[in-house]
């Protein structure tokens, strides 16, 4: 299957350079041109000095296979993550990427993508910042350490900041208290958390 991506290089990026990463996963009948336009990434790569990409997720409502969620990617078993390997590939030869400084955010079914990445694609995945959703998997064995930081309003309707299943029902969404738990857990973090 043909898949697609936007990509934004700043202009000002030494090609001598190993570069950071950033994918950026769109929500749920979005797409990577929408995602341009609401987050600022391509600003922000020009003046921080990282790779924006923003992949396209497949079907007529664009979706991630992000395990239990969600659309036609799930029901139709799209291997994103093999997708998302393969970008990484074919980005790494045509720009100098660091390797040890590859990042993934999303937004709701980008977030979920997000957080599949850190348990499947640890190996190349440093860190995550997923946006207004949790882990829809029901394994994670991340093969490293995957640093999260996370970002979700108390008040979201659709995906529930304690959990459970939006206004159309659907998927079973895991309280943040609970993925962030095992996220400290699996990082060997202290238990007690640190405010500076």
């Not at 992949?55 to 991630?64: A, Y």
């Not at 993508?113 to 499947?120: G, I, K, S, V």
């Amino acid at each position: 299957e043909e898949r697609t991506y936007i990509l934004h290089i700043p202009p000002a990026r030494d090609p001598s350079q190993p570069t950071p990463l950033v994918i950026i996963f769109h929500g749920f009948g979005l797409d990577g041109e929408e995602m341009v336009r609401i987050t600022g990434f391509n600003a922000q790569a020009d003046i921080s000095g990282f790779i924006a990409v923003y992949p396209n997720g497949t079907g007529r409502k664009p979706s991630w296979n992000g395990g239990d969620c969600c659309g036609e990617a799930v029901t139709n078993g799209a291997d994103d993550v093999g997708f998302v390997r393969a970008l990484i590939d074919e980005l790494s030869t045509l720009v100098n990427i660091d390797q040890a400084r590859i990042y993934a955010t999303g937004f709701s079914n980008g977030a979920i993508m997000a957080y599949r990445l850190a348990c499947e694609l640890s190996d190349r995945i440093a860190a995550i910042g997923p946006v207004g959703a949790t882990q829809a998997l029901e394994t994670c064995q991340p093969t490293r350490a995957v640093s999260v930081i996370h970002f979700h309003g108390t008040n979201d309707q659709l995906n529930p900041y304690d959990g459970g299943a939006g206004p159309g029902g659907g998927v079973d969404f895991a309280p943040v208290k609970d993925t962030i738990q095992f996220w400290v857990e699996q990082n060997g973090c202290p238990a007690q958390s640190q405010v500076n």
